[in-house]
């Protein structure tokens, strides 16, 4: 039908010629984005009813790992999600780039240095030495880690492998139900840990250039990165969460990255105190906060490797349950009433809204690098947590 046709008369209107440009609508894009992430956000729910009714996360994880056909639904969504919407609007593309920047920062720009540098200046003063020997430089502190190679990254949870393309990262990519053949089949939680290897990096290279499928152990310091990309929320216990990080510890070298980034769609300051909880329990496994940025729609934090080992009583202290997640504390009623709509704001509350974030600081803040980060990925916010600088 013409749109010029009065759609009440079915008669043609005798008017002049003009163009008609169809305005495009995103509503099915959208659509099928909300269908996909019902998928993913069903999977998370399922696991945390059946662990408040049961109980036993390692049985619930156990039957969670040998039900296929859900983990197969579950990896074709995240993939159909990275690929046909994150790209779209920047959420996938700009947590990849994050990791990315830190990386390179870190390990090619000298910030490695700068961390080590200011841990034993920060050392000398807790002991009481003279200036003069706190300024002494120390040789064994690297300019750069690429007199080694390439940075040996692990992509936990990795699905699509979006790592691979970077020629500065010699990546593994390992889940428990890959959605691509360049990413390794492997249980994370039940990965056995081996002694380190005695190899020379071009070794250690080689070595992970020849892994076998699937991965079910690995060396201890055997990576520069390991990146916990929207991992940690997976699952539902916070013990399960403990025990990644504490791997991850074990996994990296010396001086390496943890990368976490975990979904959150509030405002600023709404889990601050999460946050903070989170970092508390990652450094006491000893590691200790490099950056911290919030986007729109989640937290990225990196965190160093700052000793070998960690304490044996880590667990009595309770450090795994502050690894906790806001759903950890719905009940199975509250989970099914996630997806009811929620009534927008009205403009009073937008102005109140607005109003309180005037009160926030223009460029964000980092407290351990002692430099202001700002956001190369158009459409987020970075706003330093004020809760977060607090030592």
């Given at each position: 039908?013409?749109?010029?046709?009065?759609?009440?008369?079915?008669?043609?209107?005798?008017?002049?010629?003009?163009?008609?440009?169809p305005?495009?609508?995103?509503?099915p894009?959208?659509?099928?984005?909300?269908?996909?992430?019902?998928?993913?956000?069903?999977?998370h729910?399922?696991?945390?009813?059946?662990?408040?009714?049961?109980?036993?996360?390692?049985?619930i994880?156990?039957?969670?790992?040998?039900?296929?056909?859900?983990?197969?639904?579950?990896?074709?969504?995240?993939?159909n999600?990275?690929?046909?919407?994150?790209?779209?609007?920047?959420?996938g593309?700009?947590?990849?780039?994050?990791?990315?920047?830190?990386?390179?920062?870190?390990?090619l720009?000298?910030?490695?240095?700068?961390?080590?540098?200011?841990?034993?200046?920060?050392?000398?003063?807790?002991?009481?030495?003279?200036?003069?020997?706190?300024?002494?430089p120390?040789?064994?502190?690297?300019?750069?880690?690429?007199?080694?190679?390439?940075?040996?990254?692990l992509?936990?949870?990795?699905?699509?492998?979006?790592?691979?393309k970077?020629?500065?990262?010699?990546?593994?990519?390992?889940?428990?139900?890959?959605?691509?053949?360049?990413?390794?089949?492997?249980?994370?939680?039940?990965?056995?840990?081996?002694?380190?290897?005695?190899?020379?990096?071009?070794?250690?290279?080689a070595?992970?250039?020849q892994?076998?499928?699937p991965?079910?152990?690995?060396p201890?310091?055997?990576?520069h990165?390991?990146?916990f990309?929207?991992?940690?929320?997976?699952?539902?216990s916070?013990?399960?969460?403990?025990?990644?990080?504490?791997?991850?510890?074990?996994?990296l070298?010396?001086?390496?990255?943890?990368?976490?980034?975990?979904?959150?769609?509030?405002?600023q300051n709404?889990?601050?105190?999460?946050?903070?909880?989170?970092?508390?329990?990652?450094?006491?496994?000893?590691f200790?906060?490099?950056?911290?940025?919030?986007?729109?729609?989640?937290?990225?934090?990196?965190?160093?490797?700052v000793?070998?080992?960690?304490?044996?009583?880590l667990?009595?202290?309770?450090?795994?349950?502050?690894?906790?997640?806001?759903?950890?504390?719905?009940?199975?009623?509250?989970?099914?009433?996630?997806?009811?709509?929620?009534?927008?704001r009205?403009?009073?509350?937008d102005?109140?809204?607005?109003?309180?974030?005037?009160e926030?600081?223009?460029?964000?803040?980092?407290?351990?690098?002692g430099e202001?980060?700002?956001?190369?990925?158009?459409?987020?916010?970075?706003?330093?947590?004020?809760?977060?600088?607090?030592s």
């Amino acid at each position: 039908m013409d749109p010029r046709d009065d759609v009440e008369t079915g008669e043609s209107e005798n008017r002049p010629e003009e163009f008609y440009v169809p305005i495009p609508t995103e509503a099915p894009c959208r659509k099928e984005q909300e269908k996909l992430s019902g998928v993913v956000k069903n999977v998370h729910r399922k696991l945390r009813r059946k662990y408040r009714e049961v109980g036993d996360f390692d049985k619930i994880w156990r039957e969670h790992c040998e039900d296929e056909q859900t983990l197969s639904e579950y990896a074709s969504a995240m993939k159909n999600l990275a690929d046909s919407h994150w790209t779209k609007n920047s959420e996938g593309e700009g947590r990849i780039e994050w990791c990315r920047s830190v990386c390179q920062e870190y390990f090619l720009d000298g910030g490695m240095k700068r961390m080590l540098e200011k841990d034993e200046r920060s050392a000398a003063l807790s002991t009481n030495l003279t200036a003069s020997a706190s300024a002494q430089p120390t040789s064994t502190i690297p300019s750069s880690i690429f007199q080694l190679g390439k940075m040996r990254l692990l992509d936990v949870g990795s699905c699509f492998n979006p790592f691979l393309k970077f020629d500065e990262f010699l990546t593994v990519g390992i889940d428990i139900v890959p959605a691509v053949e360049s990413v390794y089949k492997c249980d994370f939680l039940n990965l056995q840990l081996q002694q380190p290897l005695q190899l020379a990096g071009d070794a250690v290279e080689a070595f992970l250039r020849q892994l076998h499928n699937p991965i079910d152990a690995l060396p201890a310091q055997l990576f520069h990165v390991v990146v916990f990309s929207l991992l940690l929320s997976y699952f539902p216990s916070p013990y399960q969460r403990w025990i990644c990080c504490k791997k991850a510890h074990e996994l990296l070298e010396l001086h390496g990255l943890l990368l976490i980034i975990t979904p959150d769609s509030s405002h600023q300051n709404r889990h601050a105190l999460m946050m903070r909880s989170w970092r508390v329990a990652v450094e006491s496994l000893g590691f200790k906060r490099y950056k911290y940025v919030k986007y729109s729609h989640m937290h990225l934090i990196a965190f160093r490797k700052v000793s070998l080992a960690t304490t044996s009583d880590l667990v009595s202290r309770n450090y795994p349950e502050m690894l906790y997640i806001p759903q950890d504390f719905n009940s199975n009623e509250e989970e099914d009433c996630t997806d009811i709509p929620v009534l927008p704001r009205s403009e009073f509350e937008d102005d109140q809204l607005a109003w309180g974030f005037t009160e926030l600081p223009d460029t964000p803040y980092d407290s351990d690098s002692g430099e202001s980060q700002s956001s190369s990925v158009p459409g987020f916010h970075e706003l330093e947590d004020p809760i977060l600088l607090q030592s």
